[in-house]
């Protein structure tokens, strides 16, 4: 999911580029949208669990599987906000 919401953030980003008036501010700009997307994503799985009508324990377990590209990826984006100021 994780890497999901990552490009999520990445696709909000590049839609509003335009919008940044100060190039040094961007890993600000960047961080609030992927705080944005994360309580977006929180109160959406919210709504969905009061919506089931399927109690949770009778779901089928998801499969947890290696995303390589994916952790990667988010290793990188937090290498790149530790250096944001």
Same mark, same amino acid.
């Given at each position: 999911?994780?890497?999901?919401?990552?490009?999520?953030?990445?696709?909000?980003?590049?839609? =509003?580029?335009?919008?940044? =008036?100060?190039?040094?501010?961007?890993? &600000?700009?960047?961080?609030?949208?992927?705080?944005?997307?994360?309580?977006?994503?929180?109160? &959406?799985?919210?709504?969905?669990?009061? !919506? &089931? !009508?399927?109690?949770?324990?009778?779901?089928?377990?998801?499969?947890?599987?290696?995303?390589?590209?994916?952790?990667?990826t988010?290793?990188?984006?937090?290498?790149?906000?530790?250096k944001?100021?």
């Open positions: 999911e994780i890497p999901d919401l990552l490009q999520e953030v990445y696709i909000r980003a590049l839609e =509003n580029i335009g919008k940044i =008036n100060e190039p040094d501010r961007l890993g &600000s700009w960047l961080t609030t949208i992927a705080v944005f997307t994360a309580r977006q994503t929180i109160r &959406s799985r919210k709504r969905k669990r009061w !919506l &089931s !009508l399927v109690p949770p324990e009778k779901l089928p377990e998801r499969v947890a599987h290696d995303d390589l590209v994916g952790l990667q988010l290793r990188l984006t937090y290498e790149v906000m530790d944001a100021p």
